[in-house]
Structures are given as C-alpha cells and as structure tokens.
C-alpha cells in the first residue's frame, strides 16, 4: 500500500477517534482504512493503536508516531500549496458553521470574500450545537462564546455583554427590581448557552457579583428569549446587539444598570494545525478586520 496514504489515514483516525469516522471523512471503506493502519504497523512491527468495541486509543509509541506523522503531513501540504500558489490564492470550499445570532455579522464578510476570491465557494451552516469539527467536516465553526474543547484554536473577533432587561408589562405585574438578590425570587428566562450556573455581573467599584436564578423557560434561542421578554413573560439577560432597538425604542426596560454582565466574546474556532490553508486565514483575517469596525455595534452597552 501507498505509504504516505497510510500516513494520512492513520492520523485522521486518530483526529476522528475511529475506524468508522475517518472512512467518512476520507471518502473510503472502514475495511480499507484498517487495512491502511494494520499495514503500517506489520511494516514497522508495532502496535500503533489500542482498538476496543467503542475507540481507539493510541499506544505509546503511537503518540510518538502519530506527532511525526502530522508535521510530515503538514510540510507535504505546504509543499503543494507552493507548488500551486494555495497559500497565496483562496481557493475551494469553505465550510462554516455559525451560531445563529452572528449570521448579521458574518454575511457581509461572506459576500466580500466570495467578491473578492472567485476560486472559492461558501458552504455555510447555522445553529447554536457546538459541532464536532473534524468529524463533521467543518473547516471553521464562529461561536458566541468559547467553546469547551481545549484542543481547538480560538481567536476572538470581538467583545460583548448581555443586558438585563424586561417589559414594561412585566414590571406592571411583578414590581421592578431594585437588587440583585431580588431575582431569585422572578421568573428568569435564560438561554441554555449561557455558560456559568448562576448570572454574572460586577457592580460600580469592579466587585464580582452572581445570582442564582430560575425560571419556566430555558431555549438556544436568543430570538425566542427576546420575544419573551417582549411579551412580558419573564425577565431576561439578553445579547446587548439583539435587544438594542427594543431599548431605545422602549419596548424593553434596562434593569439594574449599575450591575454590568460579565463580557463574553465572539470567537472563531478552527483545529489545530500547523499550517492554515489561503480561505480559512484570509476569512478570519477578514472576520477580525470587520468585527473591529463594527464593535461598538456589536457591543453598544460596552
């Protein structure tokens, strides 16, 4: 068997986590892909995998193996990119997946780079799910906060802060809150995202501050937590650029404003690798580029 394929399939085996998943990713059987990795270890005369019923696992000398095997691999690409002027010109598919609520931020830098770079297309994909993304093909995922696997690059595009708001209906019903320790006692409606178990803020001096809350609706719908709020439901700590109009139009009211929510920041996240190809560092360059000139848009309670 080919070497170098053998080289490649065993590191995507060991990026996926198994037999099955590398076959997808690379377009060939699992019979095929096993056979690629048992030729490997018959040529060198070691066991470069620990294989189970659920995983696979590498051995010792596999890690040793597999971290060659990556920068082999990263070097034969850059080699190619030169060769063919990829790390000059983006060029091919770009696949994105987006959170839902950066799609207004994402599409206008979308349009410039397909504009701009006629050798490339877009395939972009919405939804608030942290996606796996090497195992779903995704070359780069734009998240509103950081995401939990370590192993991923982020880079932040941009910063931003939630803002404590209900209507004017509510308060009508319930009495506006004068502390923070009176959430406790309202119906809080709160996005599943949200990434710490009580609400976050600091108050005027720069202290931290936190409250535990509940409520009768939880959703991954920014929108959704919007419309309740509108409507009076429940109070909510919503995206600053998502409710932005609805204060200053006064359909939402501002609570609390002496209690900023912690900031949170907008992040490209992509797979480590050693080298970027053209389309995904020139989008990102492009993302960061644009992100700073729409800031005080996308963080107008900065």
């Known amino acids: ?33 096993s056979n690629h990795v048992q030729a490997l270890e018959d040529r060198l005369g070691v066991r470069l995998l620990q294989r189970t019923t659920r995983k696979v696992n590498l051995t010792e000398i596999g890690k040793a193996y ?42 206008p830098v979308m349009a410039e780079f397909l504009a701009t770079y006629p050798e490339v297309k877009v395939d972009l994909r919405m939804g608030e799910t942290n996606v796996d993304l090497i ?14 696997d370590s192993s991923l690059i982020v880079r932040s595009l941009a910063t931003w ?8 209906a509510y308060i009508e019903a319930h009495g506006r809150v004068e502390r923070l320790e009176e ?29 535990r809350v509940s409520g009768n609706l939880i959703t991954n719908s920014g929108e959704a937590l919007r419309e309740a709020a509108l409507q009076g439901a429940g109070i909510s700590l919503a995206a600053g650029f998502l409710v ?32 970027l190809s053209a389309k995904v560092r020139t989008f990102i360059d492009m ?3 644009h992100s700073a000139e729409q800031q005080k848009l996308i963080n107008p309670y900065a």
């Open 244 to 275: 932005g109009d609805d204060l200053d139009a006064g359909r939402l009211v501002r609570l609390l404003p002496e209690y900023r929510p912690v900031e949170m920041s907008m992040n490209a996240v992509y797979p480590h690798r050693h080298h």
């Open 161 to 168: 802060r939630h803002v404590l708001c209900c209507s004017h």
């Open 183 to 211: 959430l406790t006692a309202h119906n809080c409606v709160r996005h599943v995202n949200y990434p710490f178990d009580e609400w976050r803020f600091f108050d005027r001096k720069g202290t931290p501050a936190s409250v």
């Open 135 to 148: 195992e779903e093909g995704f070359d780069l995922a734009l998240r509103m906060i950081a995401p939990p």
């Open 287 to 289: 993302l960061v580029q």
């Open 1 to 33: 068997m080919d070497r170098l394929t053998s080289l490649e399939v065993f590191s995507r085996v060991v990026e996926t986590g198994g037999f099955s998943a590398a076959a997808r990713k690379l377009n060939m059987s699992t019979t095929m892909v």
């Open 66 to 107: 597999y971290d060659r095997c990556v920068q082999i691999l990263a070097d034969i690409e850059q080699a190619d990119d030169i060769a063919g002027a990829l790390q000059s010109t983006p060029r091919g598919t770009l696949r994105i997946h987006t959170a839902t609520h950066m799609v207004p931020f994402v599409a």
